[in-house]
């Protein structure tokens, strides 16, 4: 009958009512990244097939979507124990045949009606498998590894391994985000955190042409092609704005050390905007409580104030090192960490402050005419469709 991957969720699990449209989503997710595949709900599972094997590409994509607490790519079978036994026997040489001596088998019974409980079909059937191959022993407490066995309504499937999935929530639950894509190692890693938690995101990428080239635009281009293999749908908007005559502007008007924060600010002017036209309700950034002038706590407050939708900071207290170790998980690192020129380092003064005050702040943009610069921002928009595989 061929194999076919069983996917397993838990926390979805837990959310009683609001079970099925989790469901529903993550379904959705996996049948768009895997149009191949028939994806079918069973009772706390799901089941993927194609039309052959389950191969290297369904598990590598299985393994990067969220919602999916693990997977196993198994066999399926009728109720016929001989049936069981000689898949299970295939499943122990081969973990044999790779130095492992020591097994336990692990029954789930979904169908009731199936005539033998869980603990009688794995004793039945490690019985079996010690008879083939005995070389093998029985340890319940620490296997090498478990043959899995579920019994369910449409048939029996026969399992070497778990897999593990990314956990999380299936991306587009929790609603739609803008995620402020810097060419840094933070910003794809909050992105990626929020995606986790169910939201759909697009990136907004400010650029400040000719101060920053196309290497800096195409690194921003490759960490939004990693993240679109973790999105939805395999894809994610990336929409480039030219932020330099803002820049510009703001340089000559206000004084030197507000001219960071009021930079960011109207960055989160103009990101509230796209998002209100993308019907996105919260802003996502990669800031983090640090020494930085931008990253202070008055001074995020400062320019937080400026957007109307909720801001996000998923690595609001994250060490460093431990967003390192994620963007390395995550496969952004070694990308993030290309030298190219950064918008905002270009603009940066050399004393910026680290705590501006609100009345400051509002004092130098009154030397601006800020609503016009949202707008110049909003005109130079150019929008892509990244996918996993490049630009589309
Ligand atoms: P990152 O590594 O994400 O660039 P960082 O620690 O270098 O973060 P900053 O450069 O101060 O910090 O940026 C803080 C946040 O502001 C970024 O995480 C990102 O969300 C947003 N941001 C900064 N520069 C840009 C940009 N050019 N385009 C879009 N968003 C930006
Ligand atoms: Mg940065």
Redo the contacts with the bound molecule.
């Keep these: 009958m061929g194999t076919v991957a069983i996917v397993r969720y838990s926390e979805i699990a837990l959310k009683g009512r609001n079970r099925s449209t989790f469901e529903q989503q993550l379904v959705k997710n996996i049948r768009s990244v895997l149009p191949e595949s028939r994806v079918t709900r069973r009772p706390g599972r799901i089941i993927v097939r194609g039309d052959e094997e389950v191969g290297e590409t369904v598990r590598s994509r299985l393994a990067k979507i969220f919602g999916i607490q693990n997977f196993s790519v198994a066999e399926a079978t009728d109720y016929d124990i001989e049936n069981i036994a000689r898949l299970s026997i295939k499943t122990a040489k081969e973990h044999l045949q790779s130095g492992r001596s020591s097994f336990k088998v692990s029954t789930k019974r979904e169908f009731k009606k199936f005539p033998l409980k869980s603990m009688e079909l794995s004793a039945m059937i490690g019985e079996r498998v010690l008879k083939a191959l005995p070389q093998l022993r029985v340890d319940v407490k620490n296997p090498d590894f478990i043959i899995g066995i579920e019994v369910r309504s449409d048939g029996v499937f026969v399992f070497p391994e778990k897999l593990q999935g990314p956990g999380g929530l299936p991306t587009g639950v929790s609603g739609k985000g803008v ?10 890693v ?1 992105g990626y955190l929020a995606m986790k938690r169910g939201i759909s995101l697009l990136a ?4 400040s042409p000719p101060y920053t080239g196309v290497r800096s635009l195409n690194k921003v281009r490759d960490l939004a092609r990693i993240m679109a293999s973790y999105s939805e749908n395999g894809t994610v908007e990336l929409l480039n704005i030219a ?1 330099t005559d803002c820049q510009i502007a703001v340089k000559k008007a206000v004084p030197d050390k507000l001219s960071l924060v009021i930079q ?1 600010r109207i ?1 989160m002017r103009v990101a509230s905007r796209v998002a209100e036209s993308e019907k996105a309700e919260v802003l ?5 409580v ?1 020494q ?1 002038a ?2 202070t706590l008055k001074n995020m407050a400062v320019i937080d104030e400026v957007s109307p939708l909720l801001v996000i900071r998923p690595l609001i207290c994250f060490d460093k090192l431990e967003t390192i170790e994620l963007a390395r998980k995550i496969g952004t690192y070694d990308t ?1 960490a290309l030298p190219y020129e ?4 270009v603009f940066i003064p050399a004393e910026p402050a680290t705590g501006a005050s609100r009345a400051g702040v509002k004092d130098a943009e009154n030397s601006l005419n800020v609503d016009e610069l949202v707008s110049i921002a909003l005109g130079n928009l150019e929008r892509e469709t990244i996918t996993e595989d490049g630009v589309s």
């Design positions: 995620l402020l894509l810097s060419g840094g190692i933070d910003s794809p909050a907004v990428h400010f650029s932020f960011r960055m996502v950034t990669g800031e983090n640090g930085v931008s990253q993030s950064d918008s905002c380092t």
